[in-house]
């Protein structure tokens, strides 16, 4: 039986991976697809995450549209890092299968509602559709079988040195979400940059064929980090919250009481983990198996390339 998920996101290169990486693993099922504003604006998210489905060839599953601004703070996105458009260089055909008519609250609601402990809930972008569900529908704790977020740090932050971008951009949402009563499994910056894009790896991923040349290689390293030379590689932070799903395995984690500063002039979207705390509401992976997660990830995308054009 396929472990099945509902996937928050806002595509963003690596949302796009992770995307492929739900799609790609046959013992993952992806139930359905919601955007939020984020890397770049929800019109972009939106319209990236449909444009996905059909050149990857999820043809069946939902995408509903979220939450355009964060809870209370402005918007802020990150076309430097992804693009204007939010997938790098990659143009995509456009879509012509229909956008789902539900608002992604109601979308995240509905399928967790429809078969309570059964879809894990998998978050990679900012929290706001997940805090608005929340204060919907407070049982989403109970019903989601697991929930997994790409976000948030034990040490530094990457959009300031306190804050990681997904919990920077909406950290009223994130403080919901972090106290609503659920294990939140907290993939943060501290794992996901134990997994960049080297040579090596890029070699691998055009070695998938045409999807890796056209998508998968142009998608992971479009973006380098011009203010760190010790920097070898994109990390694919998304990528390794559907992978903690499909294969915790590779993972050693620890459990911590998390919580997001939303005050603070320089450390607003921080979060402060706690890994001594009597009162966990956080399992925080703090390791990966690397040449594991790489195994794993590239054998599964494999599996939509041998498939592809419209795997
Ligand atoms: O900090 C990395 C996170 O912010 C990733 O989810 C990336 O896609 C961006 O949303
Ligand atoms: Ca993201």
């Known amino acids: 039986m396929a472990t099945k998920l509902l996937l928050d996101c806002d595509p963003g290169l690596d949302d796009a991976l992770a ?20 890397n770049v604006a929800l019109a972009n998210t939106t319209r990236n995450a449909l444009q996905l489905r059909e050149y990857l060839g999820f043809f069946e599953v939902p995408v509903a549209a ?40 109601d979308l995240i609601i509905s399928t967790l509602a429809a078969a309570p402990g059964t879809v894990h809930l998998v ?12 204060q919907k529908e407070p049982r989403i704790v109970e019903w989601a079988a697991s929930f997994i977020i790409m976000g948030g740090s034990y040490t530094r932050g990457n959009v300031t040195p306190a804050a990681e971008f997904n919990i920077y951009v909406d950290p009223d949402a994130a403080a919901i979400v972090f106290a609503a009563g659920w294990e939140v499994v907290m993939v943060g910056l501290d794992l996901t940059l134990q997994a960049v894009v080297n040579n090596e790896i890029e070699k691998r991923m055009r070695a998938l064929g045409t999807l890796g040349v056209d ?35 590779l993972f050693t984690s620890q ?26 509401n956080a399992l925080v992976p703090r390791k990966v198996d690397v040449d594991g997660f790489w195994d794993y990830v590239l054998g599964a995308w494999a599996n939509v390339a041998s498939r592809y054009p419209h795997a």
Not at 79 to 92: I, P, Y
Not at 123 to 134: D, K, Q, V
Request: net charge negative.
């Open 123 to 134: 978050a990679t972008g900012p929290l706001t559709n997940i805090a608005l569900a929340l």
């Open 215 to 249: 998508l998968v290689a142009p998608l992971a390293t479009f973006w380098t980090n011009p203010h760190d030379n010790e920097w070898d590689g994109q990390a694919l932070h998304d990528v390794c919250a559907v992978a903690y799903l499909a294969r915790p395995d």
């Open 19 to 38: 995307l492929l990486l739900a799609h790609g693993d046959p013992d993952l099922e992806l139930v359905a697809v919601t955007t939020v504003g984020g």
């Open 66 to 105: 979220g939450a355009a601004d964060p809870l209370v703070k402005l918007p802020e996105t990150a076309e430097h890092v992804h693009g204007a458009e939010g997938l790098g260089n990659v143009l995509l055909p456009a879509p012509t299968l229909p956008l789902s008519e539900l608002h992604a609250v």
């Open 255 to 280: 459990s911590a009481r998390v919580e997001i500063e939303t005050k603070g002039e320089f450390t607003s979207g921080m979060t402060v983990v706690d890994f001594h705390d009597e009162m966990p």
